[in-house]
């Protein structure tokens, strides 16, 4: 049988390439290879095209089986922008059956379900696993919306190990076209590896909250993948991809003791909190191969944070990034602008505060959601045109903030404020001078700065 996964473009009205490649839809594709089944894979965010396009590279391919997209890594699909997919393409794909996956908690999928009509039927929970038994099954299986007499049904998905996930299939996957460079490395190809799923913290913007639950895999698995990854496609450098990498210490060092043993030439970058870190693991990560840890922070304002649902103490944020110095990791502060219990001058103290700490990296972000989850005590004030380096979803503004533009004007200001100060381009310099990799650390420099520059003068929304 051969199976079509079609991903969806989440901003249409961007002309940007996603930050993120579709990892669920390559676990996925992989998961139905091993089932025996033929699997081909168009992203629609990558063609230059419409519909209209897509529709006819879909019926290009000949499918038995249409699969979309509901959701995936970093990207929430709206409901009319998945209904006038699937319209468009399965019009161009008459005998093809239809149906559609995502990782997604049942009362997302039903809700889902019936916003979209012509889906008739989708593959919740871990898709790679409900997929295959959506098509093996037909439909009536646990982990598997679908529409009735009496209604939508979605019975809960059965438990799975996800030790027995498969490697992504990324030869279906062009890796490079994608925005993603993590902390601005050279022109190498990063290779995404989930060793988690999931976040057991409800910070509101973020899509995962609509996910199952946090789970984990075995250390030595996760090492299984990057090891097959070498192999098969020469990857050296990858991004640990969670959501929250490193939630329980104990596992880090496992995984920190097997990587080192069994893929001691990889290079490897992370998110985490700065809560979820010590010393001790710092140490570990860098013996590992660890090069750079993003610390999602988004403010220091225990306020902004306790309103956001953020869950953390900021006076972690020191220790953390002392911690990771000392350990001689590279670090990156992730800030976003917008949010509950905030306003301009609460988030440029927080820049302040940040600066204060120096890091190596910082990075601004606008609060972007999805309209229905909006939270109280603000409002979206604008569609959200996207760019390569932002997220999806509609601007957010917090009852501080009076406008997009102001948004837009105080994250260009950030940008500027932390890049553009004497004090951090002499200390750039003065790293890339006693740097032994000087010519790779030269492109790093460089594309950091092209970066900074672009997002401060706001040119980053106009696509790549």
């Known amino acids: 049988m051969h199976v079509l996964l079609i991903c969806p473009d989440a901003e249409p009205a961007s002309s940007a390439a996603p930050r993120h490649a579709p990892h669920h839809a390559a676990l996925v594709a992989a998961a139905l290879r091993r089932g025996g089944h033929a699997v081909s894979l168009i992203d629609a965010a990558l063609l230059p095209g419409d519909l209209p396009e897509l529709a006819a590279a879909a019926a290009r391919e000949a499918p038995d089986v249409l699969l979309f997209a509901a959701s995936d890594y970093n990207r929430a699909v709206a409901p009319e922008v998945l209904e006038s997919c699937v319209v468009a393409v399965a019009a161009a794909c008459p005998e093809a059956a239809v149906a559609g996956f995502g990782r997604l908690d049942a009362a997302t999928a039903s809700g889902l379900l019936a916003a979209v009509p012509s889906l008739p039927q989708l593959a919740f929970g871990e898709p790679d696993f409900t997929t295959v038994a959506m098509l093996s099954a037909g439909g009536a299986v646990p982990g598997v919306a679908i529409r009735a007499a009496e209604g939508i049904r979605s019975p809960d998905p059965l438990p799975v190990d996800l030790d027995a996930s498969p490697v992504p299939a990324w030869d279906?996957?062009?890796?490079?076209?994608?925005?993603?460079?993590?902390?601005?490395?050279?022109?190498?190809i990063t290779w995404p590896v989930l060793a988690s799923r999931g976040c057991p913290y409800p910070c509101f913007w973020c899509?995962?909250?609509?996910?199952?639950?946090?789970?984990?895999?075995?250390?030595?698995?996760?090492?299984?993948?990057?090891?097959?990854?070498?192999?098969?496609?020469g990857a050296q450098t990858f991004f640990l991809a969670d959501p929250l990498f490193g939630l329980h210490r104990e596992w880090v060092r496992a995984f920190c003791a097997d990587l080192t043993r069994r893929a001691p030439t990889?290079?490897?970058?992370?998110?985490?909190?700065?809560?979820?870190?010590?010393?001790?693991?710092?140490?570990?990560?860098?013996?590992?191969?660890?090069?750079?840890?993003?610390?999602?922070?988004?403010?220091?304002?225990p306020a902004v944070l306790a309103a956001s649902g953020k869950r953390l103490d900021p006076s972690t944020v020191a220790p953390a990034l002392a911690a990771a110095r000392k350990a001689g990791l590279e670090s990156v502060v992730s800030l976003m602008v917008g949010l509950p219990g905030d306003d301009p001058p609460g988030f440029e103290r927080t820049v302040e505060d940040v600066i204060a700490l120096d890091p190596d990296f910082a990075?601004?972000?606008?609060?972007?959601?999805?309209?229905?989850?909006?939270?109280?005590?603000?409002?979206?004030?604008?569609?959200?045109?996207?760019?390569?380096?932002?997220?999806?979803?509609?601007?957010?503004?917090?009852?501080?903030?009076?406008?997009?533009?102001?948004?837009?004007?105080?994250?260009?200001?950030?940008?500027?404020?932390?890049?553009?100060?004497?004090?951090?381009?002499?200390?750039?310099?003065?790293?890339?001078?006693g740097a032994p990799d000087r010519r790779r650390q030269l492109g790093r420099l460089a594309r950091g700065a092209r970066l900074a520059l672009r997002m401060a003068a706001g040119r980053d929304r106009s696509g790549p």
């Open 363 to 433: 990075q601004f972000f606008v609060v972007k959601v999805a309209p229905e989850r909006a939270p109280d005590h603000g409002r979206v004030v604008g569609a959200g045109a996207g760019g390569r380096f932002e997220f999806p979803g509609s601007v957010f503004a917090a009852d501080g903030f009076s406008s997009e533009q102001q948004l837009q004007s105080l994250q260009k200001a950030a940008w500027r404020r932390f890049y553009l100060r004497p004090r951090y381009v002499g200390g750039r310099m003065r790293h890339l001078a």
């Open 207 to 233: 899509e995962v909250r609509s996910r199952p639950a946090w789970t984990t895999r075995s250390p030595n698995v996760v090492v299984d993948e990057i090891v097959a990854l070498q192999q098969e496609h």
């Open 266 to 301: 990889a290079r490897w970058t992370c998110m985490t909190r700065t809560d979820r870190v010590d010393e001790p693991t710092l140490r570990a990560m860098a013996r590992a191969g660890c090069r750079n840890v993003l610390f999602g922070v988004e403010s220091m304002s």
């Open 172 to 188: 279906l996957i062009d890796l490079p076209v994608y925005g993603f460079r993590p902390h601005q490395s050279p022109d190498e």
